[in-house]
């Protein structure tokens, strides 16, 4: 039996843990999207929260080249995506491109931080689209120089993830066995003693 969109998102919320936000637990990444457009009010207020991210000396290099469907800069983005995730992407209403200006601007040297701020940024842009109930979904998959190349996109800009943006949808939709079992597996992740050291592969005993 095929799950709805709320019994996927379920099955995917994180257990919840007391002082911990609950918005941390509740974001995942969905593949199915309906057919609902995004209007620019909710793009503001998540681009709001990428906005205030924190980043070395204060650069804040992340440059978004955004495309909402049916533009010519959602294509160029759909483009540049590999073709398994082309597959269900197209029904994403709004697909991204994060950048990172990698020369500080102060002194014209490498900024060796400018993808780990892009990084920060988007993790406040997800976080904050789970909060207005939106699903975001984050790709290595596509092809860098491509989209570089299609959305003229400079040189000294390094290229972060593409990211799909809108409202989750019903797993069925997918039409692809695979791709709608991954939509409604449980989510798992490794225990703080796994990654939190107080020395070098030593557990810092948090839990």
């Given at each position: 039996?095929?799950?709805?969109?709320?019994?996927?998102?379920?099955?995917k919320v994180a257990?919840?843990?007391?002082?911990?936000?609950?918005?941390?637990?509740?974001?995942?990444?969905?593949?199915?999207?309906?057919?609902?457009?995004?209007?620019?009010?909710?793009?503001?207020?998540?681009?709001?929260?990428?906005?205030?991210?924190?980043?070395?000396?204060?650069?804040?290099?992340?440059?978004?080249?955004?495309?909402?469907?049916?533009?010519?800069?959602?294509?160029?983005?759909?483009?540049?995506?590999?073709?398994?995730?082309?597959?269900?992407?197209?029904?994403?209403?709004?697909?991204?491109?994060?950048?990172?200006?990698?020369?500080?601007?102060?002194?014209g040297r490498a900024?060796?931080?400018?993808?780990?701020?892009?990084?920060?940024?988007?993790?406040?842009?997800?976080?904050?689209?789970?909060?207005?109930?939106?699903?975001?979904?984050?790709?290595?998959?596509?092809?860098?120089?491509?989209?570089?190349?299609?959305?003229?996109?400079?040189?000294?800009?390094?290229?972060?993830?593409?990211?799909?943006?809108?409202?989750?949808?019903?797993?069925e939709k997918l039409?692809?066995?695979?791709?709608?079992?991954?939509?409604?597996?449980?989510?798992?992740?490794?225990?703080?003693?796994?990654?939190?050291?107080?020395?070098?592969?030593?557990?810092?005993?948090?839990?």
């Amino acid at each position: 039996m095929t799950l709805s969109a709320r019994e996927a998102h379920e099955k995917k919320v994180a257990p919840p843990v007391s002082g911990v936000l609950p918005v941390f637990h509740e974001r995942w990444s969905p593949r199915s999207y309906a057919d609902k457009q995004v209007s620019r009010e909710t793009l503001g207020k998540v681009f709001e929260a990428a906005r205030w991210a924190a980043s070395a000396n204060n650069e804040q290099p992340w440059r978004f080249v955004v495309g909402l469907k049916g533009s010519d800069t959602w294509q160029k983005i759909f483009d540049s995506l590999v073709e398994g995730n082309q597959k269900w992407a197209k029904h994403a209403p709004v697909l991204i491109v994060g950048a990172a200006h990698g020369i500080h601007a102060k002194n014209g040297r490498a900024n060796g931080f400018a993808l780990y701020d892009l990084g920060g940024a988007v993790a406040h842009l997800t976080l904050q689209a789970a909060a207005l109930g939106l699903a975001t979904h984050q790709m290595a998959g596509y092809d860098r120089e491509k989209a570089r190349g299609l959305l003229g996109i400079p040189e000294e800009y390094l290229l972060g993830a593409a990211i799909a943006l809108g409202y989750q949808d019903e797993p069925e939709k997918l039409g692809d066995e695979g791709l709608i079992e991954r939509e409604t597996v449980a989510r798992e992740r490794k225990h703080l003693n796994e990654f939190v050291f107080g020395g070098w592969g030593e557990s810092l005993g948090l839990g």
